[in-house]
């Protein structure tokens, strides 16, 4: 099992910068993606950025060239950057872990994200 634990959410002004922290315990060994989702309310869940276990990345046409996904291999923990925040990006983040075994998919509780304009 896989224990994924976000942070970092809160409010800023639009123009501003947060950076969410996805902490990952468990069993993460066959752990092949790590990925960042919101969903607004009243809208469905879309996924935001991707880091695979190569350390490739992939981005949202929504927001890319202003979040920037990465990883710490020795804190087990994924961060989200976000910069140049609008107020279309409040919404719910949540991390997500993807393994490449059963039980494959795991999520956490979600982080509030607030931008006002």
């Known amino acids: 099992q896989v224990q994924v634990v976000e942070s970092g959410g809160g409010l800023v002004q639009a123009g501003g910068s947060l950076r969410l922290s996805c902490a990952i315990s468990?069993?993460?060994?066959?752990?092949?993606?790590t990925s960042w989702y919101r969903q607004a309310p009243g809208k469905q869940r879309e996924s935001v950025a991707d880091?695979?276990?190569?350390?490739?990345?992939v981005y949202s046409d929504s927001v890319k060239g202003r979040f920037t996904i990465s990883r710490d291999n020795a804190e087990n923990t994924v961060y989200l950057q976000m910069n140049s925040l609008q107020p279309e990006d409040t919404a719910v983040y949540y991390c997500?872990?993807?393994?490449?075994?059963?039980?494959?998919?795991?999520w956490g509780q979600g982080t509030q994200v607030t931008v006002s304009s």
């Open positions: 997500n872990v993807n393994r490449v075994i059963e039980p494959s998919d795991f």
């Open positions: 468990g069993d993460n060994y066959f752990i092949d993606r």
């Open positions: 880091i695979w276990r190569s350390g490739s990345t």
